[in-house]
């Protein structure tokens, strides 16, 4: 590909460019309890997805600027778990509308160290094999290939949270609405990294952490957050065709771990908070 801005490259496929098939399916029902000016629901979810990735990364471990595709050697898993429950109604003669509720959000993903999913695969330099007993080659077959280095991470998520969310008829004119919600996450990771020297030759597991005295195979990470996301609306009718408001809006996105922070990097990534007026 030559693109203005972008630079050339030369694309090395030691993959089939097409994705091999992915299969997912979801079962989600809604169940509603009418109580005059008050609606019990309950909406529950399970999703399962299972397919490859067809990520592009360095196959030679050098600065040049050639590309390659992987098909990693197992699919990625992925399974979820969602429960909402909400308490809807209506009050003081229609003008008030609210909404509260609780959420249960759960991921899951492989756990044992031969299925973990596949995070990242690069080309790396032959020292790095020596430097961890492995000898390298070259595959006669791809040649431009170098020993390659892949990550994994496999990650479950717990995610809790309660929330109140409504508005309000001030006037026939005005309105404020507005929510908040308390969320509780804890994730949970298994990371490893092999090594392999050339495409044909089988992986090797790394030590994934050499802060622990002996080999480890994987490494463990665990951590928890909480957070809180509000907002808050004003809006004016001055007709029915012209609407003016105002707006404020506090979000927050939890953090997790880095699959290429291996070894004596630190893994994590704190969160990251935004405020956003309108």
């Known amino acids: 590909t030559n693109s203005p801005g972008t630079g ?3 694309g090395y496929l030691s993959s089939t460019p097409a994705r091999p098939p992915s299969h997912s399916y979801a079962i989600v029902n809604t169940t509603s309890f009418d109580m005059g000016n008050l609606t019990l629901r309950n909406i529950f979810g399970y999703k399962h997805a299972k397919g490859y990735v067809l990520d592009g990364y360095d196959p030679d471990g050098t600065s040049a600027p050639i590309i390659d595709t992987y098909v990693g050697r197992r699919p990625k898993i ?8 909400q308490l809807q109604g209506t009050a ?4 008030l509308d609210f909404t509260i509720g609780g959420l249960a959000d759960l991921i899951r993903e492989p756990r044992d160290p031969d299925k973990l999913n596949t995070a990242s695969v690069s080309g790396t330099a032959s020292t790095t094999l020596v430097n961890a007993g492995v000898t390298p080659s070259v595959d006669p077959n791809f040649p431009l290939i170098r020993p390659r280095l892949i990550r994994y ?3 479950d ?3 809790y949270a309660l929330y109140v969310a409504g508005s309000f008829d001030i006037t026939d004119q005005l309105t404020i609405s507005g929510g908040y919600r308390h969320t509780w996450d804890t994730v949970d990771a298994i990371q490893a990294s092999t090594l392999s020297a050339s495409s044909n030759v089988p992986e090797t597991f790394q030590d994934a952490d050499p802060d622990v005295p002996g080999f480890q195979q994987t490494r463990n990470l665990k951590a928890k957050f909480q957070s809180d996301v509000y907002n808050a609306t004003l809006e004016y009718k001055f007709t029915p065709d012209v609407l003016a408001y105002v707006g404020y809006r506090h979000g927050f996105k939890r953090g997790g771990f880095n699959s290429s922070a291996f070894g004596n990097f630190p893994p994590a990534f704190g969160p990251e908070k935004i405020d956003s007026y309108s």
């Not at 992925?78 to 429950?85: A, G, H, I, K």
């Open 8 to 10: 050339t490259y030369t």
């Open 78 to 85: 992925d399974e979820q778990y969602t429960n909402e429950l």
């Open 92 to 95: 003081l003669d229609d003008r």
């Open 153 to 155: 991470l496999s990650t």
């Open 157 to 159: 998520i717990d995610s």
